[in-house]
């Protein structure tokens, strides 16, 4: 089942730009995870933020995490053509063991 | 339409034995990829099969792993003389074909090895 929704669906920048993509989620849970896919491969894990962590940097993505407002964000700064990709938060929910997924955002960054 | 099912849904194993962990994807998807998740960490991609056609094993341990997905039947991810450091969840995801960008999870087998 998915639980995390990220918005916007669909986000088209051009290089050098930065890339925001929103994660909401409904449960409490024990850490938040982003991923990536590039079309027709599996999923790349990115970074993990535990629900005590509000912030997490790595390389050019940083993540943020509000568990009063049950939500996430991942910033992509400096974009670049090959960062053009589905992305898609995960949540590890706190009461049982099952990974709940979202739709994902479909980024396109232009040369 | 049910949903990508995976069973077991928990499985313990003593070390040495072999461990099949099986996943049916949902009805008409005909692309089955495997992950595997260590305790508080991030899924990590092992396997992406078509039916009958291994497409992407970069994830897959060299020894031990084995991954099929027959013409019928589910998709099998089998561990052979498991060893403590197997113990993971594992999950499958399935897409359908053409748009192998959406990926629907299943629940997922956690694997226990003594």
């Known amino acids: 089942s998915q639980q995390g929704e990220e918005d916007p669906q669909a986000l088209s920048i051009q290089e050098g730009e930065n890339a925001t993509m929103n994660c909401s989620y409904k449960t409490s849970i024990n850490n938040l995870q982003w991923y990536r896919q590039n079309s027709g491969r599996g999923l790349v894990h990115l970074i993990l933020?535990?629900?005590?962590?509000r912030e997490k940097h790595s390389g050019r993505l940083r993540v943020t995490l509000d568990t009063s407002k049950k939500s996430s964000s991942l910033l992509i700064t400096a974009s670049r053509a090959a960062d053009t990709a589905s992305y898609f938060c995960?949540?590890?929910?706190?009461?049982?063991?099952?990974?709940?997924f979202g739709a994902g955002t479909r980024l396109t960054v232009k040369p | 339409n049910a949903g990508v099912m995976q069973n077991p849904r928990h499985l313990v194993r003593r070390r040495g034995q072999e461990a099949r962990l099986r996943c049916s994807p949902m009805k008409g998807h005909s692309h089955v990829y495997w992950y595997r998740q260590l305790p508080e960490e991030g899924l990590k991609f092992m396997v992406y099969l078509q039916k009958e056609n291994i497409i992407d094993e970069s994830g897959m341990p060299k020894e031990r792993f084995s991954a099929e997905f027959p013409k019928e039947g589910p998709s099998i991810l089998r561990i052979q003389q498991v060893v403590r450091g197997d113990s993971a969840a594992y999950f499958c995801?399935?897409?359908?074909?053409?748009?192998?960008?959406?990926?629907?999870f299943g629940p997922g087998t956690r694997l226990l090895v003594l």
């Open positions: 995801a399935s897409s359908p074909l053409g748009q192998e960008e959406t990926q629907y």
């Open positions: 995960a949540t590890d929910p706190y009461n049982n063991n099952d990974m709940r």
């Open positions: 933020i535990r629900s005590n962590e």
